[in-house]
């Protein structure tokens, strides 16, 4: 048993940290990968799996940690005869979790399919208990721990944010989300690599040289996963009413390159888009000038409820925002879009109050609760939406009760002098806040130009100043005068580099 164990700790991350030639670290962990999967081998690791599991730090010894924590799920189902995923309440799964969120990431990325089968078992496991939130947090880790900048779209990514959405653990992929997609897995990076030379544990080694469509890391991707990616990052941002960044995944998804039909998740993103650009930019958005002209129509024809529900709402219509809302409920509930509409009714009502301030210093609730759309059947509850934008500071207004509570409540509108006023305050903030700002930046270029002056390179330049001063001759000029009387230093330094 220690036999087996000594080839196994041969690779480690402090070996890494203390031998500088990557290309002998490079040797080294592929000299294990060869032991590793030795299929004469196999039978001798799996015997020792469970006890070298106790023996081996995860993040020292992250490749052999992986294939022992392999070998052991796969005796577990071979003893069990259970080809089901693990039990995420047995003893494997502190391993895992433990392993995921401490790999080192140099190692792992010579084992891309078998990092990727872990992954993969992890969130089986969790959905085979229907605790699918359990997963969401390690596979997180996992990712940004491979590749911080997430910079390479793969599969893992994709079945990442549905578990989010599953779980409805929508913060959770924020992290995630936030990352900026380059690149995907494909064969693009052999390019690179041709006119680099490209080791693996090299610590300045960008993420497309590991992570490619042969590594392992990520399955083959299609352009409906490319959808997917961007229109469930939609709905997490949706769900978090982040609208902008809604709106902006939404618009990857509808102005994505066509070439003989739109697709049906596209169909389903322009609809949400509309919606959302009502709840975003309080008004219907004209459509992105990168779509061609026949897929806009597509688009319309399919989303017909949709623009009339939009254009409604850019008219300030109400009589008809009501109609179209009715008129096409079992529409919204047939797209799963029920909550959107409701939500953007709540915009149209926030800015149909809001509109009211500039037109009466007051008014009674009941008054109030006639502008507004039917949604709210009573007067209790208008005067609680009311209430719920003075509150939050969207409504600049009080509400009064007159004599008792039975009687109908007052809005009553702040004067335009004390608005007035809060812009003032606010356009003084900012500057007192951009004085400050530049404040800071001179400093920084007093300091920038004062280092310049005790640099090495001004030194030598009033050195070189000093030999032509002394080369001058007699009757000559200083140099320092020539440079004050318009000699062109920059022409007399380039023509001493050539």
């Known amino acids: ?232 990052g939609a709905m997490i941002y949706m769900a978090l009413k982040k609208w902008d960044k809604a709106l902006h995944h939404l618009n990857i998804v509808i102005c994505s390159p066509v070439t003989n039909a739109v697709s049906k998740i596209m169909v389903e993103g322009y609809k949400k888009w509309i919606l959302v650009s009502l709840l975003a930019c309080g008004k219907p958005i004209p459509s992105q000038s990168i779509t061609s002209s026949h897929v806009m129509k597509v688009y319309q024809s399919l989303a017909q409820p949709y623009t009339t529900l939009a254009d409604a709402f850019g008219k300030c219509d109400l009589q008809r925002l009501k109609v179209e809302v009715e008129a096409a409920l079992s529409v919204w509930r047939m797209d799963n879009n029920t909550g959107l509409v409701y939500q953007v009714v709540d915009a149209f009502q926030k800015r149909t109050t809001l509109k009211l301030g500039k037109t009466f210093s007051a008014l009674a609730v009941a008054d109030v609760a006639r502008h507004l759309p039917g949604r709210l059947s009573s007067l209790r509850e208008v005067e609680s939406f009311v209430a719920s934008l003075v509150m939050c500071g969207t409504l600049d207004a009080v509400l009064l009760h007159l004599r008792d509570y039975s009687d109908s409540t007052m809005l009553r509108f702040s004067g335009t002098a004390k608005s007035r006023f809060l812009q003032e305050n606010n356009v003084q903030g900012r500057i007192l806040q951009e004085c400050q700002s530049l404040r800071a930046m001179g400093k920084a270029v007093r300091d920038v130009n004062r280092g310049l002056e005790l640099s090495n390179e001004n030194f030598l330049f009033l050195q070189k100043c000093l030999k032509w001063s002394d080369n001058s001759g007699k009757g000559g000029i200083n140099a320092l005068e020539q440079t004050e009387g318009g000699f062109d230093l920059d022409e007399d330094i380039m023509g001493d580099i050539h």
Not at 150 to 162: D, N, R, Y
Request: net charge neutral; glycine share 4%.
């Open 1 to 232: 048993m220690e036999e087996l164990l000594s080839p196994l700790t041969s690779v480690s991350r402090r070996l890494h940290t203390s031998d500088p030639s990557d290309e002998d670290y490079d040797k080294q962990i592929r000299d294990l990968i060869i032991f590793l999967k030795d299929p004469g081998r196999a039978s001798d690791i799996s015997a020792v799996s469970g006890y070298a599991l106790d023996k081996l730090d995860p993040s020292s010894h992250s490749l052999s940690y992986l294939f022992l924590l392999l070998h052991q799920i796969n005796s577990t189902q071979f003893e069990n005869k259970d080809l089901r995923p693990f039990d995420p309440t047995g003893a494997l799964w502190p391993k895992i979790v433990r392993f995921l969120t401490s790999f080192d990431p140099f190692q792992i990325r010579y084992a891309g399919h078998e990092w990727r089968q872990l992954v993969e078992l992890t969130v089986q496991s969790a959905q085979a208990v229907s605790k699918p939130l359990l997963a969401v947090p390690v596979i997180r880790d996992a990712i940004l721990r491979l590749d911080p900048s997430s910079g390479v779209l793969t599969s893992i990514h994709i079945t990442f944010i549905k578990l989010c959405l599953m779980s409805r653990s929508y913060s959770y992929a924020l992290p995630i989300l936030e990352k900026q997609i380059c690149h995907f897995p494909t064969a693009t990076s052999q390019t690179y690599q041709k006119h680099h030379k490209s080791i693996l544990c090299g610590e300045l080694e960008p993420s497309i040289t590991f992570v490619t469509d042969s590594s392992g890391f990520s399955t083959k991707l299609t352009y409906r996963d490319y959808l997917q990616y961007f229109f469930c």
